[in-house]
T-cell receptor, first 116, second 115 residues
């Protein structure tokens, strides 16, 4: 069965601190895709990254970086030098290729508060 | 391109009323789906469709109906609203076989309150 777990419900940091958001997934499919979305207070879902199961390279985009480890079924997200604008709810999600249904399985979300 | 358009953005219903949340996409995406977002629960799949005329249930389908008569539209119907259906609803679409390239497109959401 497919499942995504974000064990951290809420994280609070002070501006300029680094913060890592954890994501653990379960799937029996060999081809799958992992996503991170940001949901700011305005409510829309903002796409951050998509990673396929065959690409374990870590990704860096500015202050954001992602660590994908198939051995531990984890896809963690790190924000370096956090800023107040990073305050949001962050979702990790999984899409399985085999199901061919277009379904996205979301984690429960992590609320990040960055204090000035 | 407008992407995925959801209407209305806000709605207040009385218990027992019915209504339809609209979702339309202009990208010729085969896959469409509805999610509801509740605090601490993430987004949970209600119903999904892999093409016109084909729909199926997701994780939390009770109390909701869907139909897909065209590729563009995927309305979500609440036949008899209940307070437990108070939530934020998101519609999403995706091109078949296109996860690697296109990913998912989400609407801006509908905030529904049932009193």
């Amino acid at each position: 069965a497919q499942k995504v777990t974000q064990a951290q419900t809420e994280i609070s940091v002070v501006e300029k601190e680094d913060v890592t958001l954890d994501c653990v997934y379960e799937t029996r499919d060999t081809t799958y895709y992992l996503f991170w979305y940001k949901q700011p207070p305005s409510g829309e879902l903002v796409f951050l990254i998509r990673r396929n199961s065959f690409d374990e390279q870590n990704e860096i985009s500015g202050r954001y970086s992602w660590n994908f480890q198939k051995s531990t079924s984890s896809f963690n997200f790190t924000i370096t030098a956090s800023q107040v604008v990073d305050s949001a709810v962050y979702f990790c999600a999984l899409s399985e290729e085999r199901s061919n249904t277009g379904k996205l399985i979301f984690g429960q979300g992590t609320t990040l508060q960055v204090k000035p | 391109n407008a992407g995925v358009t959801q209407t209305p953005k806000f709605q207040v219903l009385k218990t027992g009323q019915s209504m339809t949340l609209q979702c339309a996409q202009d990208m010729n995406h085969e896959y469409m789906s509805w999610y509801r977002q509740d605090p601490g629960m993430g987004l949970r799949l209600i119903h999904y469709s892999v093409g016109a005329g084909i729909t199926d249930q997701g994780e939390v389908p009770n109390g909701y109906n869907v139909s897909r008569s065209t590729t563009e539209d995927f309305p979500l119907r609440l036949l008899s609203a209940a307070p437990s259906q108070t939530s934020v609803y998101f519609c999403a679409s995706r091109k078949q076989g296109g996860v690697r390239i296109y990913g998912y497109t989400f609407g801006s959401g509908t905030r529904l309150t049932v009193v």
